[in-house]
């Protein structure tokens, strides 16, 4: 891995305002995932979760289902830990914007409505994460100390 490439994934210069981001965060989404993919938390799973996904227009709905729940459980894990958030920020991002354009944005701003408020919040933390990177308190900044920099 060159020097450029790790510090556009590890380095961050934020400090407690990244962790507070992102362990929150993190848990929800992971939690989410979890509904998607295992059926935790009241969830449907791949199979229920799929089906709801093709009835929206989302095919081929169980990979869909899938993707979603990789991008969140995993995504979401990783913000928690601080691993590789820009990416796994840049992912979930991207799965709250299908999530708002998909599901919410004919309901309204409203939660109470099924709106995309929620949604649009957990949009908004995971892009300013991809930004500012997992901050002081996180696994990427442990990595980026033990990168022999002056050999990449």
Request: glycine share 14%; charged share 10%; net charge positive.
């Amino acid at each position: 891995m060159n020097s450029k490439l790790a510090q556009a994934l590890f380095n961050s210069n934020g400090g407690y305002a990244s962790l507070i981001l992102r362990v929150p965060v993190g848990l929800i989404l992971a939690a989410h995932g979890a509904q998607k993919l295992f059926g935790w938390f009241g969830g449907y799973g791949l199979e229920g979760t799929g089906q709801w996904m093709a009835s929206l227009g989302l095919e081929p709905g169980y990979l869909m289902a899938l993707m979603a729940g990789v991008a969140e459980f995993f995504g979401g894990l990783a913000l928690v830990l601080g691993l590789l958030t820009r990416p796994a920020a840049l992912v979930t991002a991207f799965a709250m914007l299908v999530a708002i354009f998909a599901v919410h944005i004919g309901n309204g701003l409203f939660m109470a409505n099924n709106g995309y408020e929620f949604a649009l919040t957990l949009f908004v933390v995971t892009l300013a994460l991809a930004i500012q990177g997992a901050g002081r308190f996180s696994l990427d900044r442990v990595l980026l100390k033990r990168l022999p920099l002056s050999k990449i």
